[in-house]
């Protein structure tokens, strides 16, 4: 049991720090590869985020664990808006300051929540199907080439040296960093589902869904103590169509029969309910920033962070 809890802590400390090296690197190879600053927001930015989300799924795959990829997908997600945006909300509230939104941002708003239904309708149907896959990845793609088309940024990106000496192979050391991070969470959380027998859903809403999305809940934080708050709201709906579009699919790519095992919708009903109305809430609340300017929510803060908890409930 020892052994589950150091590889689970250690893979968490692991990704913390590679996921945001990934990001810093992958954005000045981008820069050195001649590529334009849009692209690097709506695809480098979103895979560094994401990918803890990936290897992770990844390597449930490998062991046929496909109940565990779908909670750590609706866990993942549901966390980056209650926890991660909550927080940030309860924060900026406390020092009584005034948030707003540009305009810009409606339309991916409107992008969010098509995705979410998407989702729900592939994890309603069958999520575990090279069909379900392919639906995800021309969904995700088309949503790319409508940023790249419109030219908007979905992430926010710093300001960096074009000029740094070795940044791909950082990039690359980074990445590997990161796949192991990924297993080892993965082999505590496998260590955790056998010792304690859990369940795959409520591992994966837990405890790979809080591990893989700490490279949200570092740059929120970044973002934060730079009172830069705007930029959150495009960095986790980033994430969160990056999370649903391509995670999801991973899945479905390996044609295996054991993923589906202990599959049941009516056991994951609930927490998509959960998932979609807090995304519906989010969007509303971004949407209303987008028009005047406002005093950030307490109320609302507290809302977003007592949604996770509850939801722990249904998991469980």
Not at 110 to 121: A, D, F, P, T
Not at 284 to 308: C, E, V, W
Request: glycine share 6%; net charge positive.
């Amino acid at each position: 049991m020892t052994l589950a809890f150091v590889s689970i802590i250690s893979g968490i400390a692991l990704i913390w720090i590679s996921a945001e090296k990934l990001e810093k690197y992958s954005v000045l190879a981008a820069k050195q590869f001649g590529m334009s600053p849009f692209l690097i927001g709506s695809t480098v930015i979103a895979f560094g985020t994401s990918a803890p989300e990936m290897l992770t799924t990844f390597f449930v795959s490998l062991e046929g664990q496909g109940v565990m990829v779908i909670g750590n997908v609706i866990g993942s997600n549901v966390a980056n808006l209650s926890l991660v945006f909550g927080s940030m909300l309860f924060v900026v509230s406390l020092k009584k300051q005034k948030t707003s939104q540009p305009n810009s941002i409606n339309k991916n708003l409107l992008i969010l929540m098509l995705s979410s239904l998407l989702v729900w309708c592939v994890i309603a149907i069958d999520p575990f199907t090279i069909i379900s896959s392919i639906v995800l990845l021309t969904a995700l793609f088309s949503v790319i080439y409508y940023w790249y088309k419109n030219n908007k940024i979905m992430s926010d990106i710093e300001n960096t040296e074009s000029s740094k000496k070795n940044s791909f192979i950082k990039l690359v050391i980074s990445l590997l960093c990161l796949v192991f991070a990924a297993w080892l969470i993965t082999t505590g959380a496998n260590l955790i589902l056998n010792n304690f027998n859990l369940g795959q859903l409520f591992i994966g809403y837990t405890v790979l869904a809080i591990g893989t999305s700490l490279p949200e809940i570092a740059a929120s934080v970044s973002l934060a103590l730079k009172s830069r708050y705007e930029a959150v709201a495009g960095t986790l709906i980033g994430s969160n169509i990056f999370n649903g579009l391509c995670v999801l699919a991973i899945p479905g790519l390996f044609v295996n029969s054991r993923m589906s095992e202990g599959w049941e919708y009516s056991e994951w009903s609930s927490l998509l309910v959960i998932l979609f109305g807090i995304t519906l809430i989010f969007c509303t609340y971004i949407f209303m920033l987008s028009k005047r300017t406002r005093r950030a929510s307490l109320s609302l803060s507290i809302l977003f962070l007592s949604i996770y908890f509850i939801s722990l409930i249904y998991a469980y």
